[in-house]
């Protein structure tokens, strides 16, 4: 496609001869030096830039500024703001700027991370602390879960423990055995003797002293048969009564071992947790995380036993498997703290700037890894976008860039609406099947967005989406002017002066200050004002430092600021010079003196987007006799 061109067209005179009557508009001579504002260098009130002082705020904004100190100040839900204006004003880095003002005065938000949920892993727990306490809590347990690795191997490995679980289980054979011994009696009355096999306890008759097999029973009298039949019932009677015994022994033995596990486990971790604990008194899901983690790990002993194996196996000079490597590493992950947000670095509120606020960098995303062949995901894995990092402060967003992404406008939307961030999976959002995936808990939101984009983006979502209304109530309007006195001509100065120091430039002399302020006006089209591009302008004082850097001069004179502006236009005039060719070589057919009848001149003026040039066009008009 060709450059979009604008056509404005201006009338040089107009003259025409269509009837017996001539009028003639009367014109005046218009000087070239009232075409454009020149500034005299003595307005801007200094000798170089240098001596100015920085500027700060937002300039020549006062309604824009009003609506975001309005918008900053509501606490109402649906109260966000929109920064609206022309492209280039530098609408984000003023609102960035007095945000990050307005920040400081608010207090820091708390931290966030994800821990466990032991009842349900599918759905991690949100925890909060206190700015900076998160990255100390998640130290604190990984040195809590080290110490309990060495602890508690070492207490299930002590002579005390050994020797207590020795006494159990020798009280518990010696009553087994008495169980038995008693249950041998009763059979050996009857002709029968007590046999254990791999099934239980079981009973076979006996004859002259030794056990006989189903072939020889089958072989004996009727009668001998009927009285092992008779004894039969009174030594299964005494049978299950042994096998209740035997059962309920075992059980009582395991729960005495367990019982003495446990609390040998609690003896050896439970100094450790309470220390932990009297640290984190005022945080009452924190305290409720330890106690459930306490519980787990007694649920969980072999685990730590595991893993005092695999480290002594590490300690060792036989080099692991792959999966004696990395399985306890897995195993151990469910004490693990995932820190979402911290904010421990952080002096008031936070203000992020998102410029690729994709659904995942916006929202956040659960990730998954491959271990051992599969695919697997769990809270560790979670992680935060710039909404989580924002919380508690203020979230700048380009309206353009964030309707790029439908996800990311909806999940933006349904994030305000519900109080509250909910991270999903990507398949999740777009409603596709997979596999059974995380669903954590949704941490609450308190943050205020500013979404800076053009009028015609602004008016196109308030038309078309009924949301938008409700949740951005406030529109900060910024103008691309301001009114030409004498105190803005200096804030251009102050702003020449501010950009300097921040990029290590040369500073202005008046002269080329000057210049700027001419070139501010020619932006604006009104020599009344000044435009507030000031990227635009920025660049033009960049363009001049280069410039003056190859004249290796101290500062950037008025001649380099002159130079960038014929280079820029050098870059972009191929077209205003070949249609000026054509022109005069006459391809292009123009009167330039003199009248003719039915026949003016016009101007039209055809923009390249960054370059804007006259083109001269001959206007013509015929007439003739109507009919009846």
């Given at each position: 496609m060709g450059p979009y061109i604008l056509r404005r067209v201006f009338f040089r005179y107009c003259s025409l001869s269509v009837s017996p009557w001539k009028h003639?508009?009367?014109?005046?001579?218009?000087?070239?030096?009232?075409?454009?504002?020149?500034?005299?260098?003595?307005?801007?009130?200094?000798?170089?830039?240098?001596e100015l002082s920085p500027l700060e705020g937002v300039v020549g904004q006062d309604r824009a500024l009003k609506a975001l100190v309005f918008g900053v100040e509501m606490k109402a839900k649906g109260f966000n703001i929109f920064a609206a204006g022309p492209p280039v004003t530098g609408k984000r880095p003023a609102t960035r700027s007095y945000l990050e003002k307005i920040a400081k005065t608010k207090p820091t938000p708390p931290d966030w991370c994800y821990v466990n949920n032991f009842q349900n892993p599918y759905e991690p727990k949100a925890l909060k602390l206190p700015a900076g306490k998160a990255k100390i809590f998640q130290k604190d347990l990984k040195n809590l879960i080290d110490q309990v690795k060495r602890a508690v191997p070492a207490a299930l490995q002590s002579e005390e423990f050994a020797a207590r679980t020795n006494s159990i289980t020798k009280r518990s054979v010696e009553e087994r055995d008495k169980i038995?011994?008693?249950?041998?009696?009763?059979?050996?009355?009857?002709?029968?003797?007590?046999?254990?096999?791999?099934?239980?306890?079981?009973?076979?008759?006996?004859?002259?002293?030794?056990?006989?097999?189903?072939?020889?029973y089958d072989t004996l009298p009727a009668s001998t048969k009927k009285k092992f039949e008779q004894s039969r019932e009174t030594v299964r009677t005494a049978l299950d009564k042994a096998g209740k015994q035997v059962n309920e022994l075992e059980a009582n033995t395991l729960d005495e071992l367990k019982k003495l596990r446990d609390d040998t486990v609690h003896y050896a971790m439970g100094g450790l947790i309470s220390a932990l604990t009297s640290r984190?008194?005022?945080?009452?899901?924190?305290?409720?995380?330890?106690?459930?983690?306490?519980?787990?790990?007694?649920?969980?002993?072999?685990?730590?036993?595991?893993?005092?194996?695999?480290?002594?196996?590490?300690?060792?000079?036989?080099?692991?498997?792959?999966?004696?490597?990395?399985?306890?590493?897995?195993?151990?992950?469910?004490?693990?703290?995932?820190?979402?947000?911290?904010?421990?670095?952080?002096?008031?509120?936070?203000?992020?700037?998102?410029?690729?606020?994709?659904?995942?960098?916006?929202?956040?995303?659960?990730?998954?890894?491959?271990?051992?062949?599969?695919?697997?995901?769990?809270?560790?894995?979670?992680k935060g976008g710039s909404i989580h990092k924002a919380n508690g402060g203020f979230l700048i967003l380009g309206a353009r860039e964030l309707l790029t992404s439908q996800l990311s406008y909806e999940g933006l939307k349904r994030a305000l609406q519900n109080g509250n961030i909910a991270i999903e999976e990507t398949g999740q959002r777009l409603g596709v099947a997979s596999t059974k995936s995380l669903t954590p808990q949704p941490i609450p939101?308190?943050?205020?967005?500013?979404?800076?984009?053009?009028?015609?983006?602004?008016?196109?979502?308030?038309?078309?989406?009924?949301?938008?209304?409700?949740?951005?109530?406030?529109?900060?309007?910024?103008d691309d002017t301001i009114e030409r006195n004498d105190e803005n001509m200096k804030t251009y100065g102050r702003f020449v002066h501010t950009l300097c120091e921040k990029e290590n430039l040369s500073h202005l002399e008046a002269a080329a200050i000057a210049k700027v302020v001419e070139y501010g006006s020619r932006l604006a089209e009104d020599q009344t004002k000044l435009s507030t591009k000031f990227p635009e302008i920025a660049d033009l004082v960049r363009e001049a430092n280069h410039y003056a850097s190859q004249d290796q001069s101290k500062y950037i004179k008025d001649t380099h600021i002159l130079k960038a502006l014929q280079e820029k236009i050098y870059r972009s005039n191929l077209l205003d010079e070949k249609t000026k060719e054509m022109i005069e070589r006459g391809i292009i057919l123009i009167d330039t003196s003199g009248t003719k009848t039915g026949q003016v001149n016009g101007l039209s003026v055809i923009s390249l987007g960054d370059f804007d040039f006259g083109q001269p066009s001959r206007i013509t008009v015929s007439v003739g006799l109507g009919r009846e």
């Open positions: 003639k508009l009367a014109i005046s001579e218009l000087p070239p030096e009232k075409l454009r504002f020149e500034c005299p260098p003595g307005k801007v009130e200094c000798k170089t830039s240098q038995l011994n008693e249950l041998n009696d009763v059979a050996k009355e009857s002709s029968y003797a007590v046999r254990m096999n791999q099934l239980g306890i079981g009973i076979v008759p006996i004859r002259a002293g030794k056990a006989i097999s189903q072939e020889e984190y008194q005022d945080q009452p899901e924190v305290i409720q995380y330890l106690n459930d983690m306490r519980d787990d790990i007694l649920e969980n002993t072999e685990l730590f036993v595991l893993g005092g194996a695999e480290q002594q196996k590490k300690d060792s000079d036989t080099p692991p498997s792959l999966i004696e490597r990395d399985l306890p590493d897995l195993l151990f992950r469910r004490y693990q703290v995932n820190l979402i947000v911290d904010n421990s670095d952080l002096k008031g509120a936070p203000v992020i700037a998102e410029d690729n606020p994709t659904v995942t960098n916006l929202l956040g995303r659960i990730e998954s890894e491959a271990k051992f062949g599969t695919l697997s995901t769990d809270f560790t894995l979670i939101l308190d943050v205020k967005i500013v979404l800076a984009g053009d009028n015609q983006i602004y008016q196109a979502l308030y038309v078309a989406d009924p949301d938008f209304g409700l949740l951005f109530k406030v529109k900060a309007q910024f």
